[in-house]
């Protein structure tokens, strides 16, 4: 089967650093995504890595490892507008995103 | 350039009506994805389509449940017969022609279907 573990629920102080990391197992893997929702929005696009490394935008980035199926996403300088759900989402084919059940992340003053 | 356009942003249906919901690709994007989101879960993978071409359903339900992308218009998703465990968002997603779910996938604000 195919799954994606990332934490549930992730609390942090405005202004801090915060983590949050992804591990896979798929049967096929092109690439690991990072998406964005706030409540009853769409999901937006964050970033996506093809390559082991570190990817950077701005206050995130985001981190592959293919041999360890594991990535995380790097959230730096958080503000408040932060709060939001994380989905990590793995590239299975040309044509599917296969995606985690998300990480709810809490920024607080 | 309007993005993905979904509607209606909400839709209340009893049981056993029929739901229709509508998705507008992004202009220039011929591939549109629908993806089914349950309260607190992650989006899951439902259709695949171009234009006239539903090119991989291996998510949707195989009962109750069609997709369509005509040459004209809107893509439909369309639910018959409606349950309670039907109520999600529905989000759709579009990419260019040729390049899949590449990198980015754009989606839509979602329709959130409530069976009452």
């Known amino acids: 089967g195919q799954s994606l573990e990332q934490p549930s629920e992730v609390t942090a102080v405005e202004g801090a650093i915060v983590q949050i990391n992804c591990t896979y197992q798929?049967?096929?893997?092109?690439?690991l995504s990072w998406y964005q929702q706030h409540d009853g929005g769409a999901p937006t696009f964050l970033s996506y890595n093809a390559l082991d490394g570190l990817e950077e935008t701005g206050r995130f980035s985001s981190f592959l490892s293919r041999s360890d199926s594991y990535g995380y996403l790097l959230l730096q300088e958080l503000q408040m507008k932060d709060s939001a759900s994380y989905f990590c989402a793995v590239q299975t084919g040309a044509n599917n995103l296969f995606f985690g059940t998300g990480t709810r992340l809490t920024v607080i003053p | 350039n309007a993005g993905v356009m979904q509607n209606p942003r909400h839709l209340v249906r009893r049981r056993g009506q029929e739901a229709r919901l509508r998705c507008s690709p992004m202009?220039?994007?011929?591939?549109v994805y629908w993806y089914r989101q349950l309260p607190e879960e992650g989006l899951k993978f439902m259709v695949y389509l171009q234009k006239e071409n539903i090119i991989d359903e291996s998510g949707m339900p195989k009962e109750r449940f069609s997709a369509e992308f005509p040459k004209e218009g809107p893509s439909i998703l369309r639910i018959q017969q409606v349950v309670r465990g039907d109520s999600a968002a529905y989000f759709c997603?579009?990419?260019?022609?040729?390049?899949?779910?590449?990198?980015?996938?754009?989606f839509g604000q979602g329709t959130r279907l409530t069976v009452v």
């Open positions: 798929t049967s096929g893997f092109y690439g």
């Open positions: 997603a579009s990419s260019p022609a040729g390049t899949g779910l590449n990198t980015e996938a754009f």
């Open positions: 202009k220039g994007h011929s591939h």
